[in-house]
Protein backbone atom coordinates (compact mmCIF):
# COMPACT_ATOMS: atom_id res chain seq x y z
CA UNK A 1 0.00 0.00 0.00
CA UNK A 2 1.15 3.22 -0.89
CA UNK A 3 0.74 6.13 0.49
CA UNK A 4 0.46 9.84 -1.49
CA UNK A 5 -0.67 13.74 -0.64
CA UNK A 6 -2.67 15.94 -2.31
CA UNK A 7 -1.12 19.56 -2.50
CA UNK A 8 -3.64 22.52 -3.35
CA UNK A 9 -2.04 25.02 -5.22
CA UNK A 10 -3.11 27.76 -2.88
CA UNK A 11 0.24 29.02 -2.42
CA UNK A 12 2.64 31.68 -3.71
CA UNK A 13 5.78 29.59 -4.71
CA UNK A 14 8.09 31.46 -1.90
CA UNK A 15 5.99 29.18 0.76
CA UNK A 16 4.45 26.54 -1.34
CA UNK A 17 7.93 24.93 -2.40
CA UNK A 18 8.11 24.52 0.93
CA UNK A 19 5.53 22.20 1.16
CA UNK A 20 6.23 20.20 -1.62
CA UNK A 21 10.17 19.82 -0.46
CA UNK A 22 9.19 18.66 2.71
CA UNK A 23 5.87 15.91 1.28
CA UNK A 24 9.58 14.36 -0.16
CA UNK A 25 10.81 14.22 2.80
CA UNK A 26 8.19 12.90 4.55
CA UNK A 27 8.34 9.75 1.96
CA UNK A 28 5.30 10.04 0.34
CA UNK A 29 5.18 8.02 -2.56
CA UNK A 30 3.74 11.01 -4.45
CA UNK A 31 2.40 13.91 -3.98
CA UNK A 32 -0.30 15.10 -6.68
CA UNK A 33 -2.63 18.45 -7.26
CA UNK A 34 -6.16 19.56 -8.36
CA UNK A 35 -5.98 21.32 -12.41
CA UNK A 36 -8.53 23.37 -12.02
CA UNK A 37 -9.08 27.13 -12.82
CA UNK A 38 -11.07 27.54 -9.52
CA UNK A 39 -12.23 25.33 -7.20
CA UNK A 40 -15.33 25.54 -4.35
CA UNK A 41 -15.56 27.39 -1.32
CA UNK A 42 -13.43 28.82 0.23
CA UNK A 43 -10.98 28.32 -2.18
CA UNK A 44 -12.94 30.04 -5.05
CA UNK A 45 -12.15 33.67 -3.34
CA UNK A 46 -8.71 32.75 -2.16
CA UNK A 47 -5.46 32.66 -4.09
CA UNK A 48 -5.19 29.35 -6.50
CA UNK A 49 -2.38 28.50 -9.21
CA UNK A 50 -2.37 26.48 -12.40
CA UNK A 51 -1.49 22.96 -11.84
CA UNK A 52 0.96 22.29 -14.65
CA UNK A 53 3.43 25.32 -14.01
CA UNK A 54 2.88 24.22 -10.12
CA UNK A 55 4.26 20.96 -10.65
CA UNK A 56 6.82 21.74 -13.33
CA UNK A 57 7.94 24.19 -10.16
CA UNK A 58 8.04 21.07 -7.83
CA UNK A 59 9.62 18.86 -9.92
CA UNK A 60 12.95 21.02 -9.95
CA UNK A 61 12.70 21.44 -5.86
CA UNK A 62 12.33 17.42 -5.33
CA UNK A 63 14.36 14.71 -6.58
CA UNK A 64 12.66 11.22 -6.46
CA UNK A 65 8.53 11.32 -5.24
CA UNK A 66 6.64 11.07 -7.81
CA UNK A 67 3.80 14.12 -9.01
CA UNK A 68 0.82 14.77 -11.20
CA UNK A 69 -2.81 15.83 -11.44
CA UNK A 70 -5.72 14.58 -9.32
CA UNK A 71 -7.24 15.16 -11.78
CA UNK A 72 -7.07 16.99 -14.99
CA UNK A 73 -10.57 16.70 -17.10
CA UNK A 74 -11.70 18.21 -20.79
CA UNK A 75 -13.48 20.70 -18.79
CA UNK A 76 -11.10 23.56 -20.20
CA UNK A 77 -8.12 21.84 -21.56
CA UNK A 78 -7.45 19.99 -25.49
CA UNK A 79 -5.66 17.31 -26.13
CA UNK A 80 -2.74 18.41 -28.30
CA UNK A 81 -1.85 21.99 -25.96
CA UNK A 82 -2.15 19.46 -22.85
CA UNK A 83 0.48 16.37 -24.49
CA UNK A 84 2.72 19.20 -25.29
CA UNK A 85 2.79 20.24 -22.02
CA UNK A 86 2.85 16.92 -20.43
CA UNK A 87 6.08 15.82 -22.55
CA UNK A 88 7.58 18.93 -21.72
CA UNK A 89 6.79 18.38 -17.83
CA UNK A 90 8.10 14.77 -17.65
CA UNK A 91 11.44 16.27 -19.41
CA UNK A 92 11.92 18.24 -16.54
CA UNK A 93 10.80 16.08 -13.83
CA UNK A 94 12.96 13.24 -14.76
CA UNK A 95 10.09 11.22 -15.82
CA UNK A 96 8.25 11.23 -12.60
CA UNK A 97 4.75 12.30 -13.70
CA UNK A 98 1.50 10.74 -13.77
CA UNK A 99 -1.45 11.95 -15.43
CA UNK A 100 -4.84 11.51 -13.21
CA UNK A 101 -7.65 12.35 -15.82
CA UNK A 102 -11.64 12.15 -15.32
CA UNK A 103 -14.60 13.52 -17.32
CA UNK A 104 -14.69 16.24 -15.05
CA UNK A 105 -17.69 17.80 -13.10
CA UNK A 106 -20.00 20.61 -13.49
CA UNK A 107 -18.38 23.41 -10.76
CA UNK A 108 -16.85 26.60 -12.34
CA UNK A 109 -14.06 25.36 -14.95
CA UNK A 110 -17.30 24.01 -16.55
CA UNK A 111 -18.52 27.26 -17.63
CA UNK A 112 -15.02 29.25 -17.27
CA UNK A 113 -15.02 29.07 -21.29
CA UNK A 114 -18.53 30.94 -21.77
CA UNK A 115 -20.13 27.25 -22.27
CA UNK A 116 -22.81 25.65 -21.14
CA UNK A 117 -22.21 22.68 -18.52
CA UNK A 118 -22.25 19.97 -19.91
CA UNK A 119 -24.50 17.03 -18.99
CA UNK A 120 -22.92 13.86 -18.04
CA UNK A 121 -23.46 12.02 -21.33
CA UNK A 122 -21.78 15.08 -23.53
CA UNK A 123 -19.10 14.73 -20.36
CA UNK A 124 -18.89 10.71 -20.97
CA UNK A 125 -18.78 11.19 -24.64
CA UNK A 126 -15.69 14.38 -24.91
CA UNK A 127 -14.03 12.15 -22.11
CA UNK A 128 -14.18 8.95 -24.44
CA UNK A 129 -12.92 11.12 -27.47
CA UNK A 130 -10.10 12.60 -25.37
CA UNK A 131 -8.60 10.07 -23.67
CA UNK A 132 -7.16 8.25 -26.56
CA UNK A 133 -6.36 11.00 -28.72
CA UNK A 134 -4.64 11.93 -26.11
CA UNK A 135 -2.28 8.61 -25.63
CA UNK A 136 -1.97 8.75 -29.09
CA UNK A 137 -0.13 12.56 -28.77
CA UNK A 138 2.06 11.06 -26.26
CA UNK A 139 3.19 8.06 -28.16
CA UNK A 140 3.15 8.92 -31.45
CA UNK A 141 5.78 11.69 -33.55
CA UNK A 142 2.97 12.71 -35.58
CA UNK A 143 -0.97 12.73 -35.02
CA UNK A 144 -3.86 13.79 -37.26
CA UNK A 145 -7.12 12.82 -36.67
CA UNK A 146 -10.36 14.63 -36.58
CA UNK A 147 -13.09 13.86 -33.84
CA UNK A 148 -16.55 15.08 -33.03
CA UNK A 149 -14.89 17.09 -30.42
CA UNK A 150 -11.68 17.25 -30.67
CA UNK A 151 -8.89 17.12 -33.71
CA UNK A 152 -5.32 16.96 -34.46
CA UNK A 153 -3.62 17.99 -37.76
CA UNK A 154 0.26 16.43 -37.93
CA UNK A 155 0.73 17.07 -34.66
CA UNK A 156 4.45 16.69 -33.44
CA UNK A 157 5.36 15.76 -30.12
CA UNK A 158 9.24 14.43 -30.84
CA UNK A 159 11.04 13.80 -28.67
CA UNK A 160 7.69 12.04 -26.61
CA UNK A 161 8.04 11.26 -22.97
CA UNK A 162 10.57 9.96 -21.04
CA UNK A 163 8.41 7.56 -19.67
CA UNK A 164 7.76 5.23 -22.24
CA UNK A 165 6.16 4.56 -24.20
CA UNK A 166 4.09 7.54 -22.35
CA UNK A 167 3.44 8.72 -19.07
CA UNK A 168 1.27 6.81 -17.13
CA UNK A 169 -2.41 7.32 -17.16
CA UNK A 170 -4.65 7.52 -13.42
CA UNK A 171 -8.15 7.39 -14.91
CA UNK A 172 -10.70 8.47 -12.37
CA UNK A 173 -13.89 6.85 -13.07
CA UNK A 174 -17.17 5.21 -11.73
CA UNK A 175 -19.19 4.73 -14.09
CA UNK A 176 -19.30 2.02 -17.02
CA UNK A 177 -17.53 4.15 -19.77
CA UNK A 178 -15.14 5.82 -17.76
CA UNK A 179 -14.48 2.02 -16.49
CA UNK A 180 -13.95 0.64 -19.59
CA UNK A 181 -11.17 3.76 -20.43
CA UNK A 182 -9.53 2.86 -17.13
CA UNK A 183 -9.16 -0.73 -18.27
CA UNK A 184 -8.13 0.13 -22.01
CA UNK A 185 -5.86 2.90 -21.00
CA UNK A 186 -5.32 3.69 -17.33
CA UNK A 187 -1.71 2.26 -15.53
CA UNK A 188 -4.13 2.95 -12.69
CA UNK A 189 -7.87 4.13 -11.89
CA UNK A 190 -9.16 6.89 -9.55
CA UNK A 191 -11.78 6.88 -6.98
CA UNK A 192 -13.13 9.34 -4.18
CA UNK A 193 -15.66 6.34 -3.53
CA UNK A 194 -19.49 6.89 -3.75
CA UNK A 195 -20.73 10.42 -3.62
CA UNK A 196 -24.15 9.71 -2.92
CA UNK A 197 -22.57 8.32 0.57
CA UNK A 198 -20.85 11.28 1.94
CA UNK A 199 -23.92 13.11 3.77
CA UNK A 200 -25.50 10.63 5.10
CA UNK A 201 -23.94 7.39 4.47
CA UNK A 202 -21.98 4.89 7.07
CA UNK A 203 -18.18 3.51 6.89
CA UNK A 204 -19.50 0.20 6.17
CA UNK A 205 -21.71 1.19 2.94
CA UNK A 206 -19.15 3.01 1.46
CA UNK A 207 -16.71 0.03 1.61
CA UNK A 208 -19.42 -1.97 0.10
CA UNK A 209 -19.82 0.44 -2.71
CA UNK A 210 -15.63 0.73 -3.02
CA UNK A 211 -16.17 -3.27 -3.60
CA UNK A 212 -18.18 -2.72 -6.26
CA UNK A 213 -16.18 -0.15 -8.03
CA UNK A 214 -13.96 -2.49 -7.57
CA UNK A 215 -15.52 -5.31 -9.24
CA UNK A 216 -16.99 -3.31 -11.73
CA UNK A 217 -13.86 -2.65 -12.81
CA UNK A 218 -12.28 -5.83 -13.14
CA UNK A 219 -15.13 -7.14 -14.91
CA UNK A 220 -14.19 -4.56 -17.62
CA UNK A 221 -10.87 -5.31 -17.81
CA UNK A 222 -12.02 -9.02 -17.99
CA UNK A 223 -14.28 -7.59 -21.71
CA UNK A 224 -10.35 -6.28 -22.84
CA UNK A 225 -8.32 -9.29 -21.91
CA UNK A 226 -6.84 -7.34 -18.92
CA UNK A 227 -5.43 -8.52 -15.99
CA UNK A 228 -7.35 -6.15 -13.32
CA UNK A 229 -4.52 -6.59 -10.96
CA UNK A 230 -1.97 -4.91 -13.75
CA UNK A 231 -3.82 -1.52 -12.33
CA UNK A 232 -3.22 0.47 -9.56
CA UNK A 233 -6.05 1.12 -7.57
CA UNK A 234 -6.13 4.97 -5.97
CA UNK A 235 -8.36 5.93 -3.54
CA UNK A 236 -8.39 9.45 -3.13
CA UNK A 237 -9.25 10.15 0.65
CA UNK A 238 -11.47 12.77 2.05
CA UNK A 239 -15.17 12.16 0.40
CA UNK A 240 -16.41 8.96 2.43
CA UNK A 241 -18.24 9.26 5.05
CA UNK A 242 -15.50 8.61 7.55
CA UNK A 243 -13.91 12.33 6.70
CA UNK A 244 -11.17 13.20 8.37
CA UNK A 245 -11.82 10.21 11.29
CA UNK A 246 -8.61 8.68 9.35
CA UNK A 247 -6.07 11.22 10.12
CA UNK A 248 -7.03 11.35 14.00
CA UNK A 249 -4.15 9.10 14.52
CA UNK A 250 -2.15 6.60 13.16
CA UNK A 251 -3.61 3.68 14.36
CA UNK A 252 -7.18 4.63 13.06
CA UNK A 253 -4.98 5.43 9.38
CA UNK A 254 -3.70 2.57 9.35
CA UNK A 255 -7.37 0.41 10.18
CA UNK A 256 -8.96 2.46 7.20
CA UNK A 257 -5.99 1.95 4.56
CA UNK A 258 -6.36 -2.47 6.03
CA UNK A 259 -9.83 -2.12 5.07
CA UNK A 260 -9.52 -0.88 1.82
CA UNK A 261 -6.34 -2.46 0.97
CA UNK A 262 -8.23 -5.84 1.49
CA UNK A 263 -10.66 -4.41 -1.50
CA UNK A 264 -7.43 -4.28 -3.76
CA UNK A 265 -6.45 -0.49 -3.07
CA UNK A 266 -2.75 -0.02 -3.53
CA UNK A 267 -3.11 3.25 -2.90
CA UNK A 268 -4.04 6.13 -0.80
CA UNK A 269 -3.68 10.17 -1.70
CA UNK A 270 -4.37 12.30 1.49
CA UNK A 271 -4.90 15.98 1.15
CA UNK A 272 -1.66 18.13 2.97
CA UNK A 273 -3.59 20.03 5.89
CA UNK A 274 -5.34 23.51 5.38
CA UNK A 275 -6.08 24.74 8.58
CA UNK A 276 -9.85 26.25 8.72
CA UNK A 277 -11.11 23.80 5.77
CA UNK A 278 -12.61 20.87 5.27
CA UNK A 279 -8.85 19.49 4.94
CA UNK A 280 -8.03 20.21 8.39
CA UNK A 281 -5.89 17.74 10.62
CA UNK A 282 -3.21 18.07 13.02
CA UNK A 283 -0.02 18.18 11.28
CA UNK A 284 2.28 16.40 14.10
CA UNK A 285 -0.19 13.38 13.60
CA UNK A 286 -0.20 13.87 9.72
CA UNK A 287 3.53 13.52 9.74
CA UNK A 288 3.45 10.45 11.85
CA UNK A 289 1.08 8.84 9.44
CA UNK A 290 3.09 9.48 6.64
CA UNK A 291 6.38 8.53 8.61
CA UNK A 292 4.84 5.36 9.84
CA UNK A 293 1.56 4.26 8.68
CA UNK A 294 2.93 3.39 4.88
CA UNK A 295 5.63 1.17 6.69
CA UNK A 296 2.85 -0.80 9.02
CA UNK A 297 0.74 -1.46 5.90
CA UNK A 298 4.08 -2.76 3.94
Excluded at 125 to 141: A, H, I, S
Amino acid sequence: MRLSTVILPIQRWSEGKQVWRHAEELGFHAAYTYDHLSWRVPFRDGPWFGALPTLTAAATVTQSMRLGTLVTSPNFRHPVTLAKELISLDDVSGGRITLGIGAGGSGFDATALGQEPWTPRERADRFGEFVPLLDRLLTEGSVSQRGSFYSATEVRNLPGCVQRPRLPFAVAATGPRGMRLAARYGQAWVTTGDPKLYETGTPEQSVAALRGQVERLGEACADLGRDAAELGKVLLHGFTPDRNGPLESVEAFVDFAGRHRELGFTEIAVHWPIPGTGFAADRAVFERIATEAAARLG
